[in-house]
């Protein structure tokens, strides 16, 4: 077994809760209203409601009227913020500052794509926020008003509510992690109508400074309460492990659940991860001559059409599920409900523990893949040599 | 009697060891299973997770993966890269449960024609009895 990690860094214990007024949304919004007022950074990418719209996207806010739009935790992840950021700086460094606010699983994207070379971090300050999940996408467009109403009610009260996207009621990483993430978190647990800012890099250390804020009051109801809730949906996030894995026992049961496909991609194409411009699986590197076809059709008795739609899934899963955050923006964008996210999450999660690493968690981990110890694996090699090597040692 | 399953098995060997390992076991007449298609690679490395995964899907009953030792590779750290695709192909097989004992990893040299031949003989029969790869015939496939 290989360990690549090297120590993760604490996040610090010490922060500085503002009061909340009129609310938090407020709260925190006057924090990057005084930020951009002051040049600490020339321009916030955040969320925020298309006017006239039920619609959500991300805007690159430098006018502070629009304030008015933006919203922290909308009810829907509509396009990934991982994918957001680096559509708009992946082409070279950013000469601006910029400061984006984040779902935690939008920020585990975003240092996999810096990781990748698809993000410049070097301008930017990442800010995540304590994360109540976020309600299917599909159920959202169905009725915008009533599932608004009701993810108000949800994420007040913190509950792991069947009606959020699946990803999130089993998202044990909602919040601020020990590690190198995120440069700056703001923690809504804890105290009531308090908002907590946790510094958790120099660069988020300089920013509260400019702030002119000073780190000196303690998390320990924050972090009483985000763990608490770590817990139980990390029991949560057990069961639905277990209970995936008991599906897909044989075979069929993956198969199943993918026999809807319709391959169209769209699980590929809302995936932060999948940054690729060209995918292998939309070339015509899988496509065979006619004759092959009929061949096997013949051999079979009959031929499955679309075709490839297993390789298109285990491929892509073999290409980046050591990366995948768990965000189920794939789910979400899946025209038939597949639940595609699920079994990209319980396969990351097997995967991802045979290689020591967790997606997101250090900028300074290299992804897997791109490292190796000469001394490692000897299982998968056969004849299997960690015999052979366990008596030389003892020699 | 029930005519004996023959596997189709496709080999993937890189150029500089495991195919002169291969062409040596030829030359020295030694016995080698001829369920072997052989692939022939410039390096271990070059086997990406596709190349597998399209041949277990269309129709072959097992993959083997063959390139020099660790620390013989002819680009250096090929077969190191190589062996960590492997290890997490075969984990995501495993996962899935999909037979992960039909795809193989194997170091072989260029003077190691005997072990070349050990090494498919006793693949093929592993394969011959674990018999015909079902996801070929799976209509879901
Ligand atoms: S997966 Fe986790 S971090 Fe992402 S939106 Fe859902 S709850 Fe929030
Ligand atoms: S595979 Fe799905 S859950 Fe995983 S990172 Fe991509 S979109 Fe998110
Ligand atoms: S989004 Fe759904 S239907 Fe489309 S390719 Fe992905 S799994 Fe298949
Ligand atoms: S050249 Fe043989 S494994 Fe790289």
């Not at chain 1, 926020?129 to 309600?135: E, K, Q």
Request: hydrophobic content about 35%; some cysteine; glycine content about 6%.
């Amino acid at each position: 077994m290989s360990n690549n990690q090297k120590e993760t860094k604490n996040y610090p214990n010490k922060g500085k809760s503002l009061p909340v007024e009129k609310s938090i949304k407020d709260t925190v919004f006057n924090i990057f209203k005084k930020a951009l007022e002051e040049n600490i950074f020339d321009a916030l990418l955040i969320p925020a409601k298309v006017p006239d719209t039920d619609a959500y996207s991300w805007i690159l806010l430098q006018d502070e009227s629009l304030f008015d739009i933006a919203d922290p935790l909308p009810p829907v992840m509509t396009v990934q913020g991982g994918r957001a950021l680096s559509s708009f700086s992946k082409n070279g460094e950013l000469g601006l500052k910029i400061a984006a606010l984040l779902r935690p699983c939008e920020a585990r994207a975003v240092i996999e794509l810096f990781k990748l070379h698809q993000v410049d971090l070097d301008n930017m300050t990442l800010i995540t926020i304590d994360c109540p999940g976020a309600m299917p996408l599909a159920d959202y467009m169905n009725d915008p008003k009533k599932i608004a109403d009701s993810f108000k009610k949800i994420s007040e009260k913190w509950e792991i509510s069947e009606s959020l996207r699946p990803a999130c009621q089993n998202c044990h990483r909602f919040s601020l992690m020990d590690g190198t993430g995120p440069d700056l978190h703001i923690g809504l647990l804890g105290e009531n109508n308090k908002v907590t800012l946790i510094a958790n890099s120099p660069e988020g250390n300089d920013l509260l400074e400019k702030l002119g804020f000073e780190s000196k009051d303690s998390l320990d109801k924050w972090k009483t309460e985000k763990e608490k809730l770590v817990k139980e949906k990390t029991k949560k996030r057990e069961s639905f492990l277990k209970e995936w894995q008991e599906k897909t026992k044989n075979p069929d049961g993956f198969f199943n659940e993918l026999n809807k496909c319709i391959n169209c991609h769209n699980c590929m194409n809302a995936c932060p991860i999948c940054y690729c411009q060209q995918c292998y699986f939309d070339s015509q590197m899988i496509n065979f001559k006619p004759e092959i076809y009929l061949k096997k059709s013949r051999e079979k008795g009959a031929l499955r059409f679309p075709l490839n739609t297993m390789l298109f899934h285990i491929g892509r899963m073999s290409h980046m599920v050591l990366s995948c955050v768990a965000c189920g923006a794939c789910e979400d964008a899946c025209p038939v409900s597949i639940p595609v996210g699920r079994l990209f999450s319980m396969v990351g999660d097997k995967t991802q523990k045979q290689f020591d690493y967790v997606p997101g968690l250090n900028r300074e981990d290299p992804l897997p893949l791109q490292i190796f110890k000469e001394d490692e694996f000897c299982e998968v090699e056969t004849p299997n040599e960690c015999e052979e090597k366990a008596t030389e040692e003892v020699k | 009697m029930e005519k004996k399953f023959k596997p189709n098995i496709v080999g993937f060997l890189c150029n500089w060891c495991s195919y002169a390992g291969a062409d040596l076991a030829g030359s020295s007449k030694t016995d080698v299973d001829s369920s072997l298609s052989v692939i022939r690679v410039m390096c271990s490395s070059r086997v990406n997770s596709n190349l597998v995964l399209s041949a277990l899907l269309w129709g072959s009953d097992g993959v083997l993966v063959a390139g020099c030792h660790p620390g013989d590779c002819h680009y250096e750290k090929g077969n190191y890269y190589a062996r960590r695709r492997f290890a997490l192909l075969k984990k995501i097989a495993e996962v899935l449960n999909l037979e992960p004992d039909r795809i193989q990893l194997s170091w072989i040299s260029a003077s190691e024609g005997k072990r070349y031949a050990e090494v498919v003989n006793k693949f093929a029969e592993d394969i011959s009895k674990l018999g015909p790869n079902p996801l070929t015939s799976n209509p879901k496939v």
